[in-house]
Every structure is written in C-alpha cells, then in structure tokens.
C-alpha cells in the first residue's frame, strides 16, 4: 500500500470517527444529562450542538473526499456494476452514506428552525416535533454508521 493511500484510509477512519463519535456522544452523553441536570442551560446545550454541527460537516466533507478517491483507484471498482462481495458492499456503503448525509442535512434545517425566534418565546408544537425527530435522525444515523462500520470492515476482507 503506499503512502497516499495509507493516508486516505486514514482520513477515511478520522472523519468516521468525527462523525459517528459526536452523534453517540450527544445520543448518550449529552441529552440525557440534559434531561436530568435541569440547571444545564438550554443555551450551552445548543452551543455545543452548534458547535458540533461545523465538526460534523468537516468529518462529512473528509469522508467524501477520501471515500471518492479510495473507491475509484480500487481495481474491482467499476461504476455501478455489482460483480462481487466487495462491490457490492461498497454500494451499500454509498448507500448507507447517502442516508446519513440527508439525515444530517434534515437535522441542521430542522436545528436551524429551532433556534430561530418565534413570536411564542421559542415554543410551539413544530418544535418539539422537531427535537423529536432530531432524535430519530441521530439514532438512525448513529445504527447506520455502525452498519457502515461493518461493511467497511469486510470490504478489508474480501478485497
């Protein structure tokens, strides 16, 4: 393997790990301390997510660039045929990509609503519907990314 391509898989891993490393934290760290903790700040709690949304889309841009050049110097890569196991794996991988990629476009529109003044003093039902479907999005894309995890792991076998 050389050098660029070593770098490439580990970008790859880096952006992963941004990624699906923050959706978990924020699903299992920090709304439920959120919801226990009634002194937390609802402020610092949409900071942070703000915060980790610019982080977030730094590990989707870094997963894009380095998954578009991994697939496309791979030998058993040919545009949109499925031949083998590791094509076909890799389609499920850009799949998988695809989903998680309007999962987190849906969670920063809806995040975008949500903080935006509203006449009501920043309440009304939408929101809560869309904290809620926030939260779907982010278990879903955090079970995604573990699927992705495993694809990836047996395109490492079968290439």
Known sequence: MDFLSWICRSLHLLGGIIWLGGLIFQQLVLIPV?????????????????????????????????????????????????????????????LIFILMFFYAYGSFKMSKYIESPSSNGGYDKKTEVFRNRINQFRTTSIILGIMALFLGTAMAIYA
């Open 34 to 94: 959120s919801k226990i903790e009634h002194n937390l700040s609802i402020s610092v709690i949409r900071k942070m997510s703000a915060q980790y949304q610019k982080i977030q889309w730094l590990g989707i841009i870094i997963v894009v660039t380095s998954g578009v050049y991994m697939i496309t110097r791979h030998t058993n890569y040919i545009w949109f045929q499925f031949y083998d196991r590791w094509s076909v794996f890799v389609g499920f991988k850009q």
